[in-house]
């Protein structure tokens, strides 16, 4: 059972692995810890945020304002991943609500262009 395995199997690595420095990346809302960031970059958005190894653009480009925290195993299974807009995201741990844009110039794919748009109306909405 996946749920079973031990730590450190990949159903772990996907999860924050400390509670305390927790950021959402202001993109897409992967909650990691902010080490997690700087080492290994965003599963979903690294490749236009370029956040992995980047100390200051972890800081720009995620938050730690950000309000609960939903966990998708299977994305493509998953209707809340669906709701959250996270259906084709990597499986993670995903804020419900945060606070903060991302930096200007920063250009964003068009599917990551609608989720951080409908992340900024739900915040408008707070």
């Known amino acids: 059972n996946a749920m079973e395995e031990e730590e450190g199997d990949p159903i772990f690595s996907i999860c924050p ?3 305390k420095n927790q950021r959402a990346c202001l993109s897409c809302g992967l909650v990691k810890t ?3 960031f700087e080492s290994d970059g965003c599963d979903n958005c690294d ?3 370029e956040l992995q ?4 653009q972890v800081d720009e480009c995620t938050t730690g304002n950000f309000f609960g925290i939903v966990s998708v195993i299977d994305p ?3 209707w809340v991943a669906r709701w959250q807009g996270a259906d ?3 499986p993670g741990c995903y804020a419900l609500k945060m606070s ?3 930096p200007d110039g920063i250009e964003l794919p068009a599917e990551a262009r609608r989720r951080y748009h409908r992340l ?3 915040q408008a909405k707070s």
């Open 17 to 19: 692995s400390d509670r």
């Open 34 to 36: 902010w080490h997690q």
């Open 47 to 49: 490749a236009f945020l």
């Open 53 to 56: 190894g980047n100390a200051q």
């Open 76 to 78: 493509s299974d998953s």
């Open 88 to 90: 084709p995201h990597k």
């Open 100 to 102: 903060g844009r991302l």
């Open 120 to 122: 900024q109306a739900q």
